[in-house]
């Protein structure tokens, strides 16, 4: 049974970088063929994809953050690290990791979720 449960800040201020850490359990981040994903979820939306960092090690981050985001990991302690700069009220979000059997952004291919953390940027 694979876990995987999120960490970092629950507040942040307006400009500063976030930064979670999703530690994984029952499962290697290096084994084929998963992707290990960020996505969120605002109040009164829907999810939004974030980006991932493949079994491979390669990422890949939505166009509308690109320029924002880094999605990192750590093979010894089996964890991989988001980091989101230059933050605004409007990333305040429920952030889960979870890992996908495909690179698609959807849930299709999700099969195990973190619990959710919720991170508030402070104006």
């Known amino acids: 049974q694979v876990q995987l449960q999120e960490s970092g800040p629950g507040l942040v201020n307006s400009s500063q970088t976030l930064v979670l850490t999703c530690t994984v359990s029952?499962?290697?981040?290096?084994?084929?063929?998963?992707?290990w994903s960020w996505i969120r979820q605002s109040p009164g939306k829907g999810l939004e994809w974030i980006g991932y960092?493949?079994?491979?090690?390669?990422?890949y981050y939505i166009p509308s953050l690109k320029n924002r985001t880094s999605i990192s990991r750590d093979t010894s302690k089996n964890q991989y690290t988001l980091q989101l700069s230059s933050v605004t009220p409007e990333d305040t979000a429920v952030y889960y990791c979870?890992?996908?059997?495909?690179?698609?952004?959807?849930?299709?291919?999700?099969?195990?979720w973190g619990q959710g953390t919720q991170v508030t940027v402070s104006s």
């Open positions: 960092i493949a079994y491979a090690g390669n990422t």
């Open positions: 029952g499962g290697s981040i290096t084994t084929n063929y998963y992707y």
């Open positions: 979870v890992r996908a059997s495909d690179a698609r952004e959807d849930t299709a291919g999700i099969d195990y």
